[in-house]
């Protein structure tokens, strides 16, 4: 085992934010003297595929354990033990730079953990390039605007700050993008759904959460076409409710988010279906309602969800 | 209720750091334009109120629950909520800035946490000025160097780190104050326990620490005298079992550490206490041990303890 190595990684199920985080990360760490390397737990979407394309960078490497390589670990865009690689208890976190809500973490000693309520884990990390005096190249940039534009869908989602849109917007410059050009063919590169199973929908960007003592899982999938991806309805119930079966979820809550409209039409099954109508005060029809204004799971959807099951 | 105010405050059994920080955390907040109050959960110390004394600051005003006054608190020192106020579930936490490890801590939206692993809170809070452009007066420069010679004791302690002394050298000109003959000093008046009962040396800074599904309790005092503790041991022993007996303790442990000689004389109870011996690997003898140079909790004491009974 290489003990001074240090492995960096984001969440289960990477997004283009995780995906980014990590890399910007290893490089920040790098370019500061740390022996250091950006990891993956898991495929890259489509969205995330054409953002490192379009720069010219490597996906990190896969992988599904880390305590056999290494002794240290950096998790970027995640804390949540639920959401990081399966072996995290056997590493020592020496770090951790997110903008989630923190639960089902903890560590036997003191650690450098940095946390703000900003929209892109990366408009923490170019901050911490300027603390560092670190220069921010151009595929830097680039991965960091694309990790902005993603995780606030072209700024419309409420967890944007007006932090993220100066970033993206000065990232943009030194990119050498437009923003709305750019970000709209990511975008619409991450909602090529017609080629994906049922199960592969509900797990490109799938997050669980503990609410109290119960299981809630939450989904999400990015489109242009609501209408496209609930012409499949039998086919994505079959598949939730097999994973509500397999995890013992309480509750299992597919959002369909219309990037265009800034809208999301939820499908949800489990035993606790009818209290995410509670949640959002609308009545649950078929399975379905449509959530005006709804785009983000962590500032939307799970406050929502944990006030009325957990 | 007054929905725009924050309180910001330290940890139960409020130690110099714990005090200090609160003071230091509202100053700073209030400058940048915040509505903030310093309070505290607990009696202050006499090394505490030395400091205080020495700088004219007053001591926070004292609460028991905040949830009946505030919508929003800031937690400085401290992140682990048993650790915290009883009612901390009920109030949305905004900010957190720490210098421990993380457990036990959730929230239900994303917030500011900056937890760093140095050897005390003042020390991030004295970047956190740098940072804000806001100048440190000799009054709260003379608090954050107490804070720092109190959980370092005087530098001896391994928690201390080079930021840690580089701060205090610093804060000590700004306060005018010879950094050993004003720390020495300040220890001392900290460990005058002669007139205080059993129960009130074991609680003076005790910690509670879930390990696995256990509890364990840590107290720990400082003194230049142990025999004078030691002498005491029926009476602390009583005291001890019946806190054990209370809150259902694995084990409690209480660290006598001689500040001059830089090593703890611990008493221990309580079912696990066989696995204490095991923690240290040293011999517990009529439940007492020495323990050569240690004198952190954090650092030293709970770390051992997690991996032998959590």
């Known amino acids: 085992m290489s003990n ?6 984001g969440h289960k199920n990477p997004d283009t934010d995780t995906i980014c985080s990590a890399l910007i990360y290893a490089d920040l760490k790098s370019k500061l003297g740390g022996n250091v390397e950006a990891v993956r737990l898991g495929e890259i979407n489509e969205e995330t595929a054409f953002a490192l394309n379009y720069f010219n960078a490597e996906k990190p490497r896969l992988v599904n354990t880390v305590s056999d390589e290494v002794a240290e670990v950096a998790l970027v ?11 995290i208890e056997n590493v020592k976190i020496i770090e ?3 903008h989630h809500r923190i639960a089902n973490f903890q560590t036997k000693e003191p650690l450098h953990f940095r946390v703000e309520p900003v929209g892109c884990t ?6 911490m390039y300027q603390e560092n005096n670190v220069e921010i190249t151009k595929q830097f940039a680039g991965l960091m605007v694309s990790a902005i534009i993603s995780d606030s869908l072209l700024f419309k989602s409420p967890t944007c700050t007006e932090e993220d849109v100066q970033a993206a917007k000065s990232l943009a410059e030194i990119a050498e993008i437009n923003l709305d050009e750019y970000g709209l063919e990511m975008l619409k590169a991450g909602t090529k759904l017609e080629n994906r199973s049922a199960e592969e929908i509900i797990s490109i960007d799938s997050k669980e959460f503990p609410m109290g003592d119960k299981l809630v899982e939450v989904a999400q999938v990015n489109t242009v076409d609501v209408a496209e991806v609930l012409a499949r309805k039998d086919e994505l119930a079959a598949a939730m409710n097999r994973t509500i079966e397999e995890k013992g979820l309480e509750v299992f809550v597919l959002a369909i988010t219309d990037i265009l409209e800034g809208d999301s039409t939820i499908l949800t099954y489990g035993a606790g279906a009818a209290k995410v109508g509670e949640a959002f005060d609308v009545a649950i029809t078929e399975d379905t309602a449509l959530l005006k204004g709804v785009v ?3 500032k939307q959807i799970i406050p929502a969800l944990t006030k009325a099951i957990g």
Chains 1, 2 share one sequence.
């Open 4 to 9: 001074d190595k240090i492995l960096v990684f």
């Open 77 to 87: 865009d995640h804390n949540e033990f639920q959401q990081s690689v399966d072996d």
């Open 96 to 98: 951790v730079v997110d």
């Open 122 to 127: 990366t408009t923490i990390l170019r901050k």
């Open 296 to 298: 983000s799971r962590k």
